[in-house]
């Protein structure tokens, strides 16, 4: 059994995307100090389980980045990708990780379970990789209390199945639309009956961009 961690980023926001001026992205300074927080949290806690880890990138080629960035990705000998633009993530958010998927479906087929993580979030615990190890080897996700559906941010889910769904997925339906990849993942997993967990907490502090707050989930 093969498993990667898969970690989506936009490094580089657009300061013109309408996103971005409605107070729905994290730019300048905070951005980046968000990204290296997460990534020296995430990586230190997974360092035990020694996963093949990628980073796929859609806004900065890697000499492009912050030093203190590429250090941290050559450290921990994370490969970075970066080979799709961001076009539609400018206007919906998920559409953008539909593209940068779609761009990079022979890689997720590569392994028999993906751990997506954003690294902006911090860690807190990494009790949901453990109990994925230690127990029943099923894909695992948090139900959203407020709105719905199910989070993204940070999932596990075998990749034929990830595969199968985003292929389903029309990244530019859902940036006209702004439809809502937590439920469109929710309703793929019901329809195909496909056995998961959900749990009440994933140990993560997500920062709420609009809000501007920590939040844990």
């Known amino acids: ?3 990667a961690i898969i970690m989506m980023t936009t490094f580089r926001i657009d300061p013109e995307s309408r996103l971005h001026k409605a107070g729905w992205l994290v730019g300048g300074q905070q951005r980046k100090t968000q990204y290296i927080d997460g990534l020296r949290n995430f990586t230190r806690k997974m360092k035990k389980y020694k996963l093949d880890t990628y980073i796929i990138d859609n806004s900065s080629p890697f000499d492009e980045l912050p ?10 000998k994370i490969t970075y ?7 539609l993530g400018k206007i919906n958010k998920g559409a953008g990780l539909i ?38 080897m099923i894909p695992y996700f948090k139900r959203r209390t407020s709105y719905g559906g199910l ?22 339906q859902i940036a006209n639309s702004g439809a809502s990849l937590e439920h469109r993942i929710d309703s793929f997993l019901r329809e195909k009956n496909i056995r998961h967990a959900e749990v009440t907490d994933l140990g993560l502090m997500w920062y709420h961009s609009y809000y501007k707050n920590w939040r844990s989930i």
């Not at 998927?101 to 860690?123: G, S, V």
């Not at 989070?151 to 530019?172: H, L």
């Open 1 to 3: 059994m093969s498993v």
């Open 67 to 76: 030093n203190r960035i590429k250090r941290i990705i050559t450290r921990k």
């Open 81 to 87: 990708i970066n080979n799709t633009p961001n076009n």
């Open 99 to 136: 593209e940068a998927w779609k761009d990079n479906l022979n890689l997720l087929a590569k392994y028999d379970w993906i751990i997506h993580f954003e690294p902006r979030q911090k860690m807190v615990a990494d009790k949901v990789v453990d109990a994925f190890f230690q127990d029943n």
């Open 151 to 172: 989070e993204t941010g940070f999932f596990i889910m075998r990749s034929s199945d990830m595969i199968e769904w985003i292929n389903r997925q029309d990244a530019q």
